[in-house]
DNA sequence: GCACGAAATGTTATAACGTTGCATATCGAA
DNA sequence: TTCGATATGCAACGTTATAACATTTCGTGC
């Protein structure tokens, strides 16, 4: 492991299951303080989004959640809820996965850094501030104003790298 | 404008329409130097998309190499195509877009910053090697290894935003 | 409580994007 | 020219996302 200085300015947060009831808590007082109401829907996404660990799919919260109120839910209920969750920073869309992630860092303008592991699935959510000042830089220097950042770094993350290693 | 030296370890395209037949050029050659056959269809494929000058979806692809061709193709065609101009380096996938554009920097491992004009929908391609070099540093702290990286910074360009200034 | 506008959800259909599987054709080298 | 490898044709299907409109629920003022 690196020296932790190194990742002094960093947040890191792994999408551990301990997370889960934190996450629906941080979310439902927000929406209370900004006078948005956290359906039972919407919690019930994010609830799943926590629960799963991994990137998932719009059609995959369809079927737990089809599952979890008895009764087939159809494509746009989720897709509303979801576009909510990501309005209000709870969610964050992974693009090479068309897939959706809870957020890590709600407060921030969404700046993060997502390293993906092709293998396992798994997520890994960083802040890089270092990173988006170049960015703001390479902005600058084309006259462009940024929105929105994707950042989305795929490959193998350190656990399925070590079983490669030891043999499959 | 910025002073130079603040790009100056940086290459920056627009993929402006006098660059359509260097591109097909230097994929024909790269082609051939690699035993690899560079087919009509693959060549319209890439014709289409510097034509274009933005990033283009694959089923307009289909349309105008429909008309092209005086009879309709199928979508595994042209995906097809994409595929291999993908794995040549002649083509980069706009992952926020379901889109495609030609590659400017064929020849390095693709770890380009786009820059994608939400108004007129012209993208801009930067190489930011301090970027990169920051990332692989979070990757060593995480021990985790890029395979691929997905870049895009969506907002507004120099041109959309003067006009908005002027009054629209 | 109740009336009313705003917000959220239900429902149906369809658009947009991408892949599978197998048949046919073309290329390139022995 | 024969044969394997590569490329394309083609039909069907799978996945992801949205449009358009009806209905319900929520919050507020009366």
Redesign the pocket.
């Known amino acids: 492991m690196a020296p932790v200085n190194t990742i002094l300015d960093r947040k890191l947060v792994f999408h551990s299951l301990g997370a889960v009831s934190e996450g629906l808590r941080m979310a439902e007082a927000t929406c209370q303080q900004r006078?948005?109401?956290f359906?039972?829907?919407?919690r019930s996404v994010l609830e799943c989004m926590w629960q799963s660990g991994q990137p998932i799919?719009?059609?995959?919260l369809l079927r737990m959640l089809g599952q979890k109120?008895g009764?087939?839910?159809?494509?746009?209920?989720?897709?509303?809820?979801l576009?909510?969750l990501q309005e209000q920073g709870f969610v964050t869309?992974i693009e090479t996965k068309?897939?959706f992630v809870p957020c890590a860092f709600p407060d921030r303008d969404h700046a993060c850094v997502f390293f993906i592991c092709d293998q396992c699935g798994n997520s890994f959510e960083v802040q890089n501030a270092k990173a988006e000042a170049l960015f703001e830089e390479d902005a600058g220097n084309l006259g462009f104003r940024i929105d929105k950042r994707v950042i989305e770094l795929q490959g193998a993350c350190a656990s399925c790298l070590s079983l490669e290693a030891t043999g499959n």
Chains 1, 2 share one sequence.
């Open positions: 006078g948005l109401q359906t039972e829907i919407r799919g719009a059609y995959e109120f009764r087939p839910l159809s494509p746009p209920t989720v897709y509303r809820a576009e909510f869309r068309n897939a």
